[in-house]
């Protein structure tokens, strides 16, 4: 007997995104890798950010909680008689089944669906989300009134207990969920269809692959791919994927004379010649702006969808670290500074206070990426007006290590076309973040969160001993961040002289 396919909410999206995801997600799902520690912390707030959104309706009856399927949906049909506000109803007909975050009672016999997301405004992704619910919800005898997004309201400002009615924005989005409605049957069938197949279905890589998400398979799917691709090209992706049409996979096939702009131009230049291309000219004017002593600096921080402390909005950037490495001469030897707060308590003050004392009157402050640090720098200024004058004082001292190769004045093909400091360290040096335990900024802040144990994602509380790891390695990583500018920019001098 031939099995029954079943489009849940999660398989029509991942099936818009892409028919081969749908497909795994139904006949292979263990080929699909799991999610990391971050992806899985990020999916909790989610989770956190639904839990308050609860707090609007106190007579709100929550199914969340109920694990078996069909328990879920007879009790959901049961409590529709009692016309009282539901979190997490579910409802199936057919092939396709849904649940709906909150479903709430409207006037004598219809219903009103609020999805509740983490983000601060709508996207299309959205649109589809409750597209699906509402069609679900139809088919299976829910009449449907009017479809809501609650969504972070990121004006917020919280003052003491978090209040509900201020983070959330709500949003009418009905007609956005009619238009897109009457196209579901036939993408439903179709999804049915691809999903049913015994192989997995051959689709073109492209845009889909990272849009709206990162698509799980990425890595699977692109593994054919050369090293120095078409779609490490600089910029938007419809040139990469006009010429992956045209059966052209690495930049140095690209034919001569193919309308490329200025940076993607160098990039075909680099891969031909098979080496860097290095402005020197701009290189030197770089170089000899810098005034000694040389301070190499780094914030890391964290933001979360509620938030942590009174006075702070929604997704506000908190510096919680920061590294700081100072040299007195390019070939000198750097002498090293860091913070790293401790606890659950707002560490901004803390943080500033310690390093109002590690930078002196003068020197160049060298940052990488500068728009990042200047705009934590003037937040804290705003909250912490004791230190504006400072701040004011340094960030006309800040130099961004980032416009070189922003501008690709230095261009070597094994940057991919990125321009970040994660691509051009081991291009330039023979030093990369390859095999660290925390590698990324945003792990950081979730290795952090996780450590201070102040944001209730439902993860254990970490023995002392893995504290005391995680620490070393947020200190390891962020030292990395700016004792590595330092070899970049011993690498630029050296290229110029």
């Known amino acids: 007997m031939d099995r029954k396919i079943i489009i849940s909410k999660s398989k029509y999206l991942a099936g818009l995104q892409c028919l081969k995801y749908l497909w795994y997600q139904v006949n ?46 007879v009790k959901t049909s049961e409590l529709l008689s009692e ?12 092939n396709v089944y849904s649940r709906a975050d909150i ?19 709508l996207k299309e992704e959205h649109i589809h989300d409750v597209s699906f619910q509402k069609y679900c919800f139809d088919k299976a005898g829910v009449k449907i009134r009017k479809c809501y997004l609650a969504n972070i309201n990121n004006q917020y400002i ?16 009905t007609a956005e969920v009619e238009e897109t409605f ?137 510096p919680f670290q920061y590294s700081i490495h100072i040299l007195d001469s390019i070939e000198g030897q750097p002498k090293h500074h860091d913070f790293l707060a401790e606890g659950a308590e707002d560490p901004r003050e803390e943080l500033l206070l310690n390093l109002r004392k590690q930078i002196g009157e003068t020197g160049s402050i060298i940052v990488y990426y500068e728009s990042f640090e200047k705009g934590v720098l003037k937040e804290l200024a705003e909250t912490f007006p004791d230190y504006s004058q400072w701040i004011s004082s340094i960030l006309i001292r800040i130099v961004d290590l980032y416009k070189p190769f922003g501008n690709f004045h230095y261009y070597h093909s094994s940057q991919k076309g990125s321009a970040s400091v994660k691509n051009v360290l081991p291009a330039i040096t023979d030093l990369s973040y390859e095999g660290m335990e925390i590698a990324d900024g945003m792990a950081a802040s979730v290795y952090f969160l996780y450590i201070c144990g102040n944001y209730n994602t439902g993860e254990s509380c970490p023995a002392k001993e893995e504290v005391e790891k995680v620490r070393k390695s947020l200190i390891k990583y962020c030292g990395m961040d700016t004792g590595g500018m330092i070899h970049i920019l011993r690498a630029l001098v050296k290229e110029v002289v």
């Open 28 to 73: 292979a799902s263990e080929e699909i890798p799991e999610p990391g520690f971050t992806a899985r912390f990020i999916f909790k707030q989610g989770l956190l950010v639904g839990e308050y959104a609860k707090k609007f309706y106190s007579e709100g009856i929550d199914l969340g909680k109920i694990g078996d399927l069909k328990e879920q949906l």
């Open 83 to 94: 016309r009282k506000p539901l979190f997490e109803a579910s409802c199936s007909f057919g």
């Open 103 to 121: 479903l709430v009672p409207a006037d004598t016999d219809r219903w009103d669906i609020i999805e509740v997301k983490s983000s601060t405004q």
């Open 158 to 173: 919280r003052k003491g207990d978090i209040n509900p009615g201020e983070l959330f924005k709500k949003a009418d989005i």
């Open 182 to 318: 009457k196209e579901i049957e036939g993408r439903v069938e179709e999804m049915l269809l691809f999903a049913a197949r015994k192989s997995s279905p051959e689709i073109f890589i492209g845009k889909q692959c990272n849009e709206p998400y990162i698509c799980p398979l990425k890595d699977k799917c692109w593994e054919f791919l050369p090293d120095n691709h078409v779609f490490n090209l600089y910029g938007s992706k419809d040139k990469a994927a006009e010429l992956y049409s045209k059966g052209i996979l690495s930049i140095k096939d690209i034919p001569d004379g193919y309308n490329l702009n200025f940076k993607q131009k160098i990039q075909l230049e680099c891969a031909k010649a098979d080496k860097p291309k290095i402005d020197k000219g701009e290189i030197l004017k770089f170089i000899n702006r810098l005034e000694y002593p040389l301070y190499f600096f780094d914030f890391e921080t964290f933001s979360t969808a509620i938030p942590l402390y009174t006075g702070v909005k929604p997704y506000q950037r908190i």
